[in-house]
């Protein structure tokens, strides 16, 4: 998969693209990528991309020749590459939205400035609009990195293990379960038993419930029919690590804040979790 990002910012991506897995998919082979300025199409001496609104109003709107031409150019080089708008008029982006995009084979992912971007750009060149959520950002690199990372990883041979893409939050329709490593008892919290046991049968159990259960909590928009029957099997002596309230310090504005959070354990609890409170 090839990715070129359209930005007036190109030395931003140089950290994020070239570290921790993504990196390895660069060195891989599996992901190609480079950047290309708006300004390096710019006719005047000035290299200006950008110019007042029509109908006045604050901020600058980026010019859509000097964004057209880029994009062409990069889409040029790149047979059936599709066009991505980093905008918060987009559709929230989704990991079956990333799902989707790991089987293109190019990408175009456009940044907006300033105030935005001229809509007769928007209509004339980009196919899909994506937008990381319902909050400001100075600009659409940051948001348009986080789109490469997720679906960098689910290119072919780029994770170590392939089943951890499919067994992540959300992969599977709903969050993922807790996860422990050692050691085994930390502040005076254990583990779950099943999950040391050895018995893979019962881990698996343990993990659907626990996923069911979290989705439940924190996610009930994601939650299925298949979660709610999952979550009321829950076995008190069993999970009770999730349907247990725990109680835990959370550092806040350099104060420590007292936050209880609480595991449903009947399915029409009101409350997943109380306010937090200064202790």
């Not at 660069?26 to 007042?52: E, Y």
């Not at 066009?83 to 989704?94: I, K």
């Not at 019962?202 to 626990?210: H, K, L």
């Amino acid at each position: 998969m090839r990715v070129t990002f359209v930005s007036l910012f190109p030395e931003y991506f140089v950290g994020p693209m070239t570290t921790s897995v993504v990196g390895r998919a660069v060195a891989s082979g599996a992901l190609a990528w480079d950047a290309v300025s708006p300004r390096d199409f710019a006719v005047d001496r000035h290299r200006t991309v950008d110019d007042t609104p029509f109908g006045g109003g604050a901020g600058m709107v980026m010019r859509a020749p000097e964004l057209a031409a880029a994009t062409r150019w990069a889409r040029s080089r790149m047979s059936g590459a599709r066009v991505a708008l980093m905008s918060p008029q987009g559709a929230r982006f989704e990991q079956r939205h990333a799902e989707l995009l790991a089987r293109e084979e190019g990408l175009v992912i456009v940044c907006g400035r300033y105030e935005g971007v001229d809509e007769r750009f928007v209509e004339a060149c980009v196919d899909i609009e994506i937008s990381l959520g319902d909050f400001v950002l100075t600009g659409g690199e940051p948001a348009a990195v986080c789109v490469v990372d997720a679906v960098a990883r689910l290119l072919p041979g780029v994770l170590g293990n392939a089943a951890s893409s499919v067994e992540e939050s959300f992969s599977c329709g709903g969050l993922e379960h807790p996860q422990f490593t050692r050691p085994s008892a930390w502040e005076g919290v254990e583990v779950p038993a099943v999950l040391r046991g050895g018995d893979h049968g019962a881990v698996a159990r343990w993990r659907a419930r626990a996923s069911a259960l979290r989705t439940l909590e924190r996610r009930p928009d994601l939650a299925t029919d298949e979660h709610r029957e999952l979550a009321a099997r829950a076995v008190p002596t069993v999970d009770s690590w999730l349907v247990a309230p725990r109680q835990i310090e959370v550092p806040v504005d350099g104060a420590s804040r007292s936050c209880i959070l609480r595991r449903p354990d009947t399915l029409d609890s009101p409350e997943s979790s109380a306010p937090l409170e200064k202790s």
